[in-house]
């Protein structure tokens, strides 16, 4: 859970601590979200408000045209070296804290236009040359702008090679919205039954692989970096999201548009600012500072209360009941246990909150959605109560938002009216769910380590979003689903979402949004629940610690078939004291737990090793492969090479070949030798790596379709066209399942497949 920032939550644990117990007896008896929003509103006093201003402060997003000069001088840095992709980031961070018509911003874009011509994105590259001469670019400097100009036209008319794929995938027949992306398949329903509540089954079979559902966000909010402002000589060439990904419509570029006011929003293009600004930047840029210091969640909880305004809350809360019956609803109107099918927009129960019906991708969906006020523990709620609260406070510092100006027809648009709380107090509600509801946008990026012919990639975060449809899947730790998300414009040249549909909005599109795609990863039979994962995956986390982190975070003791799998075959183990992953260093027989230590299965060898030596030994390889992937992004390969034989050396003598820390450890020397150009040594230790990723995360998993992926194209770079080609159909299989049939990696074993052929027939 994105918490606000932990001085804040020491501050607020400590006002909590210091009431009289009368007080917190009182907030612990209340329950109505709006009771505990005005309670909260009114303990807020001068202490608290100074102490979340200086905190806020900490976050500053003002314009500092010091640091926009320093950006740039680390711009050019990169630049010498031919790291482009570096210098044009940091020329956008300079760009993003240069004050509007300055010289120092018509440098950042002058520079910055230098970097996106030698990238080829001559279109980019114009726009900046005028955005440098819009701010006043030095006169006796223009030249080498014009010629830069000159050279890009050029370039231009030079006939293109589309990448659009020449077909766009057909997502199923679905019952879709028109103002929506949201639709969920034929042979897909939403059910609601008293013991699951809302959910959503497969009424007929599904083949894995088929689209079951897709869903818009209904909001979203680009996370972070988890640093304050600090000097920029010390960030090196780490870019977070908030440096890559547009803060809009999460679109990966090189060329961002800055807000005018702050320093830390930017954006892809012109329209994407224009249309934050109409949608919510105009009342969060003043606080923007706040906005970091509240978390995420706080932020993303605000924004839906912006979205949905004033009337849509009231029309959605005008037949709801109390809220206090929201987590002990009775369905004493279900005659019997059995899943009722709702359609959408369907009557609702009476006093139900309307948690028994479908409403779609509306503000409806989203209210609908369980706070759980009453499993939150007094402490938390406390906190959200308070921080909201204070959040309010400071919001009106400045006129309020249009959609919740009750009072704008009387002229009085510019006032807080006291009924306008209720904006602080949706925004409660939202934080609240947010908690159990929150869903994370991912992505995979390529790291860009210079050199490197096959390099590594991995599954980040880019943002937190809201999804009404998504959100009523139930959990399993062993999903029968995967998703994938879509962002932005797709004719974006940078755009790394590598899992997506090729769903595609032109450039003229004023729509910008994130959809998940969620297709069936096993086949699904008629009547068998479509489960998703919330995060604790079997293949990732103990059984034991998955039902304390389900518990903790949602309010539930899981007891999915995987967990009851694992109880099962975990009480097994113990009474076989099987240790996986481990081997006895003398016979490489498994090692047993006994207690402290752990012994080897075979009597007659008599091993034995404390606990104790054992996490040592992991701590010691996991520092050595650190220290090899530290020292190969400095292209010290002989030397990262020597650690990474050491650390191998080490672990074979105690790992078995399928625990974690083996497959990453063949992973880098797979990467390493594939960067000195010795493909058939890469493939050999990549292989090694596979056989830890699939014992780790199962035959049909997308870790195990990437690896797959990247064996084929050491194959491919070492011309063997045999081994390649057979490895082509797995991995094609795997990441169809999981991404679609056109994501980029998909695109590219298509292109090797169809070179491979043409070889194997020209030499026939």
């Not at 959910?199 to 640093?227: M, Q, R």
């Not at 990966?252 to 929003?265: D, I």
């Not at 996490?615 to 650190?626: A, E, K, P, S």
């Amino acid at each position: 859970m994105d918490l606000p920032c932990p001085e804040w939550v020491r501050h607020v644990e400590q006002k909590w601590t210091e009431m009289r117990s009368e007080g917190t007896e009182l907030f612990c008896l209340l329950t109505d979200i709006d009771v505990i929003f005005n309670h909260g509103l009114s303990l807020i006093g001068p202490e608290d408000l100074n102490t979340f201003s200086r905190i806020s402060e900490k976050y500053s997003v003002k314009k500092s045209p010091e640091r926009a000069s320093e950006f740039r001088q680390q711009g050019n840095l990169s630049f010498k070296v031919k790291d482009y992709t570096a210098a044009a980031l940091y020329y956008s961070k300079g760009v993003c804290n240069a004050d509007k018509n300055t010289e120092e911003l018509s440098l950042c874009y002058a520079n910055r236009s230098a970097a996106l011509f030698y990238h080829g994105l001559y279109r980019e590259c114009l726009k900046d040359i005028q955005r440098s001469l819009e701010a006043g670019y030095p006169s006796h400097l223009q030249d080498k702008l014009r010629t830069r100009q000159a050279a890009c036209l050029n370039q231009l008319r030079k006939p293109e090679k589309s990448n659009m794929p020449t077909t766009i995938h057909q997502t199923p027949l679905c019952q879709k919205s028109r103002i929506s992306t949201t639709c969920i398949s034929h042979g897909v329903s939403v059910y609601f039954s008293p013991e699951k509540g809302r959910h959503i089954l497969a009424t007929e079979n599904k083949p894995a692989g088929e689209v079951v559902l897709e869903d818009e966000a209904f909001c979203y909010v680009l996370i972070p970096s988890n640093k304050l402002n600090t000097d920029t000589k010390n960030e090196g060439n780490n870019f977070d999201t908030e440096n890559r990904h547009c803060h809009h419509c999460l679109s990966q570029s090189l060329s961002f548009v800055p807000c005018p006011n702050c320093s830390y929003t930017r954006y892809c293009r012109e329209s994407c600012r224009k249309d934050a600004w109409e949608r919510w930047h105009q009342w969060e840029c003043p606080i923007g500072a706040d906005l970091l210091a509240i978390g995420v969640l706080g932020h993303l909880a605000l924004r839906v209360a912006l979205k949905a305004g004033q009337n849509e809350v009231q029309r959605v809360k005008k037949n709801s009941s109390d809220l206090s019956q929201e987590d002990r609803v009775t369905c004493s109107s279900y005659k019997s246990d059995l899943p009722v099918q709702l359609s959408l927009g369907g009557h609702c129960r009476e006093g139900s909150d309307h948690i028994d019906c479908y409403h779609g991708n509306s503000y409806m969906g989203i209210y609908s959605l369980l706070p759980h006020v009453a499993r939150h523990s007094p402490g938390s709620r406390f906190l959200l109560a308070i921080t909201m609260a204070m959040f309010y406070r400071r919001l009106q510092g400045g006129p309020p938002p249009d959609m919740w100006a009750s009072c704008k027809a009387e002229g009085f648009s510019e006032i807080w009216q006291p009924k306008m709380s209720m904006l602080g107090a949706t925004a409660l509600r939202h934080m609240m769910q947010l908690r159990c509801n929150a869903q994370a946008v991912t992505a995979v990026r390529v790291k860009e380590e210079s050199g490197m012919a096959v390099q590594s990639s991995s599954e980040i975060r880019i943002a937190t979003a809201i999804f009404p449809v998504l959100s009523l899947l139930n959990h399993s730790c062993s999903p029968n689903t995967s998703i994938s998300f879509t962002g932005g414009f797709q004719t974006d040249p940078l755009s790394q979402f590598g899992c997506s549909e090729g769903h595609i909005d032109h450039p003229g599109s004023t729509h910008c949004g994130v959809t998940v795609t969620v297709r069936a990863s096993k086949d699904l039979a008629a009547g068998q629940e479509i489960l998703h994962c919330y995060g604790p995956h079997c293949s990732r986390m103990e059984v034991k610690e998955r039902q304390r982190h389900m518990l903790e975070q949602y309010f539930f003791h899981c007891n999915c078939q995987a967990c009851q799998t694992d109880l099962l075959e975990g009480s097994q183990n113990a009474k076989e004291n099987a240790t996986p992953g481990l081997k006895c260093v003398k016979c490489e027989k498994p090692l047993q737990s006994r207690m402290d230590r752990y012994m080897c299965s075979m009597l007659s060898c008599g091993h034995q090793i404390t606990s104790a030596d054992v996490q040592n030994i992991l701590q010691g390889l996991q520092c050595l492969l650190d220290e090899a992937l530290h020292i190969m992004e400095r292209d010290r390969l002989d030397k990262a090479l020597q650690i990474l034989k050491s650390a191998y050396s080490q672990a074979n003598s105690i790992l078995t070949e399928t625990h974690p820390l083996q497959g990453e450890l063949a992973d880098a020397t797979a990467r390493a030798y594939a960067t000195t150009g010795e493909w058939s040594l890469a493939a050999s230790h990549l292989k090694r790596s596979i056989v830890a990723v699939q014992a780790q995360f199962g035959e049909d998993s997308i870790e195990l379709g990437r690896q797959l992926f990247k064996l084929a194209q050491l194959h491919f770079n070492a011309k063997d066209c045999g081994a390649a080609l057979s490895v082509i159909p797995r991995a094609n299989k795997l990441l169809s399942l999981h991404c679609g049939p056109h994501c980029e990696e998909l695109q590219e074993l298509h292109e090797m497949e169809r070179c491979l052929q043409g070889l194997l027939r020209n030499n026939d």
